[in-house]
């Protein structure tokens, strides 16, 4: 499809926003996150709105935006990786993402708010008008506390929010991939359980297998213990045991407090809490993948 707009609007048509006035183009991105633009004059109006419905509408970068989240915009909306080379450096980097079902915001007030609800610095970028992202370099999370923080930004700005909290991730070129990934997820997470506002990979890893969905990412949290064997086997055998911990130490030949720090140290590297149903059944069906594989 793209290949065919290059050849009808020729030099109308520039791509990953390279230019100086942008202002000049109606923006959209593919589904695959390319993103081109076309010059308003050479768009007539049935253009315009033909294009929006085959591609997400973009909007440009607004002036106000800083050094650090127009990189960050560059690297994950515009997929221009060479400008991972900017980005402040992290061990980990997760994102959590915010979209706007209901109401209009001021992007730039509404990105405030957000940052001022987090207890900790985070950078904030914005992909269309009802899709914003924060970007957390911390080694905490906002889990616990997110629905208030949604029932506080939906009382100040008479909107209905939803969010995702996306999985913590090694900092690296990868990122961008994982980004375009979890925005699937959430999509999938709104489609499937639309009686939910926060949602995670617990809420939608299922899904994904059911559906036959590309679980490539999905399964990040493993990285953190698949080369451990121990820990491998000490996990599944806890899940096999319904999740008593008094039966799998027996069966482990371990002590019960053995085993619960290992229980509190899995749930601290994946950021998964395997003591509830959801998180250890995604983390027992992501073992038996990985051992199948």
Not at 31 to 59: N, P, W, Y
Not at 184 to 208: A, N, S, T, W
Not at 241 to 265: E, G, T
Request: glycine letters at 4%; hydrophobic letters at 40%.
């Amino acid at each position: 499809m793209l290949e065919k707009l290059r050849a009808y609007y020729r030099e109308a048509l520039i791509e990953h926003g390279h230019v100086s006035k942008q202002e000049e183009y109606e923006w959209f991105a593919t589904d695959h996150g390319e993103l081109f633009g076309i010059k308003k004059e050479a768009l007539t109006v049935k253009e315009r709105e033909l294009l929006a419905t085959l591609f997400t509408s973009h909007q440009p970068m607004p002036a106000w935006m800083s050094e650090q989240q127009r990189a960050w915009h560059r690297f994950l909306i515009q997929n221009d990786k060479q400008s991972f080379e900017q980005l402040p450096c992290s061990a980990h980097t997760r994102f959590i993402y915010f979209y706007i079902q209901k109401g209009t915001v001021d992007a730039h007030d509404f990105m405030e708010a957000i940052q001022s609800l987090f207890p900790y610095d985070v950078t904030m970028i914005s992909e269309t008008e009802q899709h914003f992202i924060v970007i957390e370099q911390q080694g905490e999370s906002v889990a616990s506390t997110l629905p208030e923080l949604i029932d506080t930004l939906c009382s100040d700005f008479y909107i209905q929010l939803r969010a995702y909290i996306g999985q913590k991730c090694p900092h690296a070129v990868e990122l961008v991939h994982i980004f375009a990934a979890e925005k699937r997820y959430f999509q999938i997470g709104i489609k499937h359980k639309p009686e939910q506002r926060v949602y995670c990979i617990e809420d939608v890893f299922p899904l994904l297998l059911i559906n036959n969905e590309d679980i490539t990412y999905a399964t990040t949290f493993l990285q953190a213990i698949k080369q451990d064997d121990d820990m491998m086997k000490t996990m599944k055998t806890f899940f096999e045991c319904n999740l008593n911990v008094s039966l799998a130490a027996k069966k482990l030949h371990m002590h019960r407090n053995s085993l619960q720090y290992r229980i509190d140290k899995l749930i601290e590297k994946t950021g998964i809490d395997i003591k509830q149903f959801k998180g250890a059944l995604t983390v027992y069906l992501a073992i038996l993948l990985y051992e199948r594989h």
